[in-house]
């Protein structure tokens, strides 16, 4: 048995700094990981699918310049666009090795599971600690669809392993990962179709935002097919052959599943550590992300927060600083996320509903793409801002930017309401023309009735 000052299960976006940082100001500190270092982030998951959209797109933005005048031949090397992926990839795992071992980090390769309130077994290594940190991360959740098990369909885990362009690609699923990827594919030139169980890509969001998309996705050639499921898959000679509940069948070499994912808990053997889990599997956690154990703490994906890498990364932030005595929480941050699709998603915040549904007075304003400069300028003609305000405060509750780079863009909102700004120190800003940034203040001036179109030369 191993004694150590800190074990953390799960080398997740979360326990790889907390785990670097213990040991790099001196104490003994035990990490095990069952898979590839650095979690889903680095290895199937934000990195690899963003440098694959970083071809993706660029394909797609070379066909999108036919609207300027410009004919580009695009020729997809598809071998070389997943080396490059792959190549990034792995720097990324690297660079995580270097960092813990260059921290003093014990790295055990094997999985995790309690054998005791304070000691975890992996491999042949038994530890106990006087704090324990689970960052297990999620899987892919795959559907229990007849015929589905035995073929070689794809996840986001093995997507990045792709050897060949398929001709053709069927997605089942039309959140995150099913738009991400299968705009991807398709703007690489497999001929794509999304099966979407609801009625509308995105469903979480406002519905003008699932609009938007679904006209981009048309205008890239992929195939919707909503409010319909799967009832059956085959997979012969190569290919996988779909029915669907709404009578048709759909056919295509390859097949991403992509429907949401799982707690990665079912190794821990939780119960050894009294530590509660919640019907879904995920792990309990309160306001300073303690589990029901005093010993052990849970961060990021497996503990319910929302799965995103800066959120994992601040769990990180606030647990340390509440391990050091200080006085955090994990609820009071502003949220902002992104989906990488074209035209991107850069949200943060509440929406109007959501506002409303807390009682809240509040108010929303819309500045649509044909009436910001730089959009016409560019070209891109899908998207719109939107802003939402406390009409009894002022304050910025939320945005919603639908358009070009908006995941960029976004951060200005998140500042502003982390800063507890109004919507009125926004309307005094003077921007820079012609940027998409001019129209932020734009935006907010529809709030004291100014008319549209707001950016000079409209
Ligand atoms: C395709 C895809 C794209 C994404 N894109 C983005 C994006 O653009 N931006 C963004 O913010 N987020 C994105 N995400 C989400 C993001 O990857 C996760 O929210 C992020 O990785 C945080 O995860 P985590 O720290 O909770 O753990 P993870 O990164 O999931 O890591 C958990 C680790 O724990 C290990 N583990 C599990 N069980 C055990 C055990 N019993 N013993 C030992 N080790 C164990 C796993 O092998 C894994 O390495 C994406 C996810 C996917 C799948
Ligand atoms: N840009 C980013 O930050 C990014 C990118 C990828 C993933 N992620 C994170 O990873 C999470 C998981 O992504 P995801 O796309 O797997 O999940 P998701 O929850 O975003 O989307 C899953 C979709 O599959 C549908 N679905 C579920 N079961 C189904 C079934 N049996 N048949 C058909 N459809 C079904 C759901 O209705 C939903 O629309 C995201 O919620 C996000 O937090 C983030």
Known sequence: MKTADLIVIGSGQGGI???????????????????????????????????????????????????????????IDFPTVMERVRSIRDRFNQGTHKRLDTAGVEIVCAEAAFTGERTVTGGDVTAEAPVIVINTGTSALVPDIPGLANTPYLTNRNFFDLQALPPRLLVVGGGYIGMELGQGLARLGSQTDIIVRGDRLLDREESEVSDTLAEAFKRDGIGLHFHTSVQQVQHIDGVFTLNLSNGETLEAEALLVATGRKPNTDALNVAAAEIELDPQGYVKIDDRFHTTNPHVYAIGDVAKQPAFTHVSWEDYRRLKAILCGEERTKSDRVLGYAVYTEPQVGRVGMTLAEAEKQGINARAVTLPMAHIARGIEWGHDLGFYRLVIDRDTDKILGATLVGYETAELVHVFLSLMEAGATWQLLEQSVHIHPTYGEALPSLARLLIGEDMPTCPNM
């Open 17 to 75: 700094p907390l785990a670097a940082d213990w040991a790099k100001a001196g104490s003994k500190v035990v990490l095990f990981e069952r898979d590839a270092l650095g979690g889903s982030c680095i290895n199937y998951g934000c990195t690899p699918s963003k440098a694959f959209l970083a071809a993706a797109h660029a394909a797609g933005r070379a066909r999108q310049a036919a609207s300027l005048g410009i004919q580009a031949q695009v020729q």
